[in-house]
């Protein structure tokens, strides 16, 4: 199957769409049916929805189920509407089932009724008992699809049960072969290498390793991608409270974990709550409503910077040139503020600093701000110096942003650690957070200055 790069997506795009206006189908069919179901739900994306439906409906079953897992939102929509209820219920068959679950959970309740309805009763009950799990745990995630061997069989016996297996196409992953007691409890591993160097009368038991890394069903789906990314698994197993093997979350959906918090933390590091759904799936009012859960708490705060000019407005009149400078202290404080905080979650997020680093971390940050601060002070005495200001305002402007750097390096410092440490999501303390509490801040710091130098 030939896979498509960047640069001959359009190429292909174009393509297709020349063979459905010729009405060159059956073309059209070896064609598509030639390329990975990832390239061609990217090429879907750039289709009209009559287009996409053609397509679709020239893809074998084994090709269109994973375009079907491989679509974005707007396409997978126009599908579930458009396709027959039972080619899409075959589908969800020939998909794993974890997939098959999480493709249901994005559907409308009534619909995904409907489709577990007309699935086949084993796979239907599998999806059912993969969604009774929380959200976002590796119980949602993992498949059950797993070779799970037993002590007492030989190398010979194992080989056979897992050609067996390939056959049937039951196990999504053999890159590691799981050993279980009668009580399905996970008392082993073996290697898929390790299972091919012994000798076919070798024993299980003989070549298992015992010290197994497990994740529990109910664990948050980061701690399983934490997990994966720092010990390099392929797959890791999913058990409950009595070490029963459930099931393994594999590469594949941790992959796709990644870029869903990577995702969420970005959203939420401008100030925005996450979207649960790709940009153009979202209606207008679901952006809005995400918007102005942190738009509202930071004009109420911004009103803060409001009182503290006003409190000032007698120095200000006394000293007009102070009113220049007030958007280059604001600014200041702010972006010092916002590179310090992503900074500092991003080290969070990978483990680099944690609350006992406090101390540490504090002291660095400030030491970075006060170089930080002497620099753009010096830049800030200069310009006020060369500028027709009152006497005395250049160096308030220069201690102030040695100061506000120094203060915005610390804020942003502390607020992502005590906040981890509550177990509140740093991301939530977000870059626009941190720069209006900096910007408050910042100005009394400078008016406070005016006031005791001028």
């Known amino acids: 199957m030939e896979e498509l790069t960047a640069s001959h997506q359009n190429r292909m795009t174009n393509q297709v769409k020349s063979l459905i206006e010729r009405d060159e189908l059956d073309e059209l069919r070896l064609l598509v049916n030639d390329f990975h179901p ?20 020239l893809l074998t079953d084994e090709v269109a189920s994973e375009v079907l897992d491989e679509t974005s939102s707007l396409v997978r ?50 999806v059912r008992e993969l969604l009774s799990y929380e959200e976002e745990t590796a119980g949602r995630l993992m498949t059950r699809d797993v070779a799970a061997l037993r002590r007492h069989w030989t190398v010979a016996a194992a080989l056979d049960y897992l050609r067996s297996l390939v056959e049937i196409e039951v ?17 082993g591993v073996v290697p898929i290498r390790a299972l091919l160097q012994a000798s076919p009368s070798t024993t299980i038991e003989s070549i298992m390793g015992t010290d197994i890394l497990t994740i529990p069903v109910s664990a948050d789906q980061e701690e399983v991608a934490e997990m994966v990314s720092k010990y390099d698994f392929v797959a890791i197993p999913v058990v409950d409270e009595e070490m029963r093997l459930l099931g393994v979350v594999t590469v594949d959906d941790v992959l796709d974990i990644i870029e ?15 979207l649960a759904q790709p940009y153009f799936s979202a209606s207008v009012l679901q952006v809005v409503g995400k918007r102005l859960v942190w738009l509202i708490p930071l004009f ?51 483990g680099e600093v944690r609350l006992v680093d406090i101390g540490r971390t504090l002291s660095r940050e400030v030491t970075i701000g006060l170089v930080l601060g002497l620099v753009l002070g010096l830049a800030g005495f ?6 027709d200001s009152d006497p005395g305002v250049p160096l308030v402007l220069a201690l102030t942003l040695l100061l506000v750097v120094i203060w915005a390096n610390t804020v942003a410092t502390l607020v992502p650690l005590i906040t981890e440490r509550l177990k509140i999501d740093p991301a939530v303390v977000s870059a626009p957070m941190i720069t ?19």
């Open 77 to 126: 929509q126009d599908l579930v509407e458009k396709v027959d209820d039972e080619r899409l219920a075959d589908l969800l068959d020939e998909l794993p089932m974890d997939d098959a679950a999480e493709f249901l959970d994005e559907l409308p309740d009534e619909t995904a009724t409907l489709l577990l309805g007309l699935m086949e009763p084993e796979e239907a009950q599998e």
């Open 382 to 387: 200069v310009r006020a110096f060369l500028f």
């Open 436 to 454: 209006t509490i900096v910007d408050a801040t910042g100005l009394f710091i400078y008016f406070t200055l005016a006031r005791l130098i001028l």
């Open 300 to 350: 109420a705060a911004s009103l803060a910077t409001d009182a503290v000019v006003q409190n000032h407005e007698a120095l200000l009149a006394a000293f007009v040139s102070l009113t220049i400078f007030i958007p280059v202290v604001s600014g200041t404080a702010g972006n010092a503020g916002s590179q310090t905080v992503a900074t500092i979650i991003r080290a969070i997020a990978v």
């Open 171 to 187: 196990a999504e992953t053999v890159h590691y072969l799981y050993v279980i007691d009668r009580n399905s409890r996970l008392i």
């Open 260 to 274: 869903e918090e990577a995702t969420e933390d970005i959203q939420r590091l401008g100030g925005s709550e996450p």
């Open 38 to 57: 990832a390239d061609i739900a990217d090429v879907l994306d750039n289709l009209t929805p009559d287009e996409t439906l053609i397509v679709f409906d």
